[in-house]
């Protein structure tokens, strides 16, 4: 009787995820095709803040294509760091050097408002720029010449009231990171899509988070997201909480990925995983019904692999596999994904493990140290990570 309640269970949790597939090459195809062009905007100066910790992947190549921009109005670029001794400053010096005409400001302040220290970095980076419109990038962020125009256009709409970006991999460094980058097309962007498609982004993605000074103090300032793990979810959050649209750009940008190990790898998804199940635990819940594959392979062994079982798991891996194919290589044109198409089933496999880890633990490493994750999403320090 027990068997028979989990087969029940698996094939409900297969067939479930089939449906979240083929609703998220709906909301890819409502995300993707072709809309009518918006009106044009006067485009405004604007401030990109970028905060670092130690030198990252190639660097300088990042922060050079943000020195390229095809805009015609002011934008400055200020870098933000807590140590004079850290590594990312000589980056920066070559950058002003490399880039005379452009505005490039290095902040280099130690002063902490909260827990997160990366929001305490902005903070400090906030009070050295010029312009009411701001851009706040992930370090390891890589963008196009258009990206400036592209991203703080629809800032001159008074319902956006912030912009963020979706984003795939570039080469990465080594196996661990190569199965870390597959997953971002060929997984997370379908649950943003997804989200989009159903309430409206109520949150933003770390890669680009464009909005105002104002839009800002509306929220408490950067004060308000200075405890939390997820900064950049809260950001968006609570810009969406106070009547403004959180717009999806159809720009895309790139991460360059450093090389961490699997351990290194392990701890990062962990670390989103465990937040994110604290934070919004029966949204994390449900993502079970999105791991089709172990679901359908798990209902396998459960079955015996009985022809049944065998053509349910092969039904699921090609609406699996069609649907990362039309978002992924389709739609967001990931090279990287089309290349290790053939690992797909192998990252499947990988996060429901770790789903299944992040199920339990509120500890989660982050730059070395440990912190607890509590319900609200606020963390605070436990140790020193070894």
């Known amino acids: 009787m027990l068997l028979l309640i989990i087969k029940i269970i698996l094939v409900c949790g297969v067939f479930a995820a089939n449906v979240f597939y083929l609703l998220s090459l709906l909301a890819g195809a409502r995300f993707f095709l072709?809309?009518?062009?918006r009106a044009a905007v006067t485009l405004q100066p604007v401030s990109l803040l970028i905060p670092l910790a130690g030198a990252d992947f190639n660097a300088y190549e990042n922060y050079a294509r943000l020195c390229r921009q095809d805009y015609p109005a002011a934008y400055q670029l200020v870098f933000g760091v807590r140590e004079a001794s850290?590594?990312?400053?000589p980056i920066v010096e070559k950058l002003q050097s490399d880039f005379p005409d452009r505005d490039i400001k290095l902040v280099i302040a130690s002063q902490v408002i909260g827990a997160n220290l990366k929001v305490s970095n902005l903070r400090n980076i906030l009070a050295q720029t010029r312009h009411e419109q701001i851009i706040i990038v992930d370090s390891d962020i890589r963008v196009q010449t258009d990206y400036l125009r592209r991203v703080t256009a629809p800032l001159g709409e008074a319902r956006v009231g912030l912009v963020t970006c979706l984003y795939r991999a570039t080469e990465p460094p080594?196996?661990?990171?190569?199965?870390?980058?597959?997953?971002?097309?060929?997984?997370?962007?379908a649950g943003?899509?997804?989200?989009?498609?159903?309430?409206?982004v109520k949150f933003a993605l770390g890669s680009t988070m464009?909005?105002?000074?104002?839009h800002l103090q509306e929220i408490g300032g950067l004060e308000a997201l200075a405890d939390y793990l997820a900064d950049d979810f809260m950001l968006g959050n609570l810009i969406a909480e106070a009547g403004y649209e959180v717009r999806l750009s159809e720009h895309i940008v790139e991460t360059a990925m450093s090389p961490a190990g699997f351990s290194g790898m392990l701890r990062h998804q962990l670390r989103w995983g465990r937040s994110t199940r604290i934070s919004r635990p029966a949204g994390y819940l449900g993502l079970l019904l999105t791991y089709g594959t172990a679901l359908a392979l798990l209902l396998g062994v459960v079955d015996g692999f009985t022809p049944k079982s065998l053509i349910l798991l092969a039904a699921t891996l090609v609406i699996r596999l069609l649907t990362a194919w039309m978002i992924g290589v389709q739609w967001m044109q990931d090279k990287l994904l089309k290349k290790y198409f053939w690992l797909l089933p192998l990252r499947d496999l990988?996060?429901?493990?770790?789903?299944?880890?992040?199920m339990v633990g509120k500890r989660v490493e982050w730059r070395g140290r440990i912190f607890e994750v509590q319900r609200d999403g606020r963390m605070t320090e436990w140790?020193?990570?070894k």
Not at 86 to 89: R, W
Not at 192 to 200: D, I, N, S, W, Y
Not at 350 to 358: G, M
């Open 383 to 385: 140790g020193v990570g």
């Open 86 to 89: 850290d590594t990312a400053i």
């Open 34 to 37: 072709p809309k009518p062009q």
């Open 174 to 189: 080594d196996v661990a990171a190569l199965l870390e980058a597959i997953g971002i097309t060929g997984e997370f962007t």
């Open 350 to 358: 990988l996060s429901f493990a770790i789903w299944c880890l992040s």
């Open 192 to 200: 943003v899509l997804m989200a989009r498609m159903l309430e409206g």
């Open 210 to 214: 464009a909005t105002t000074k104002t």
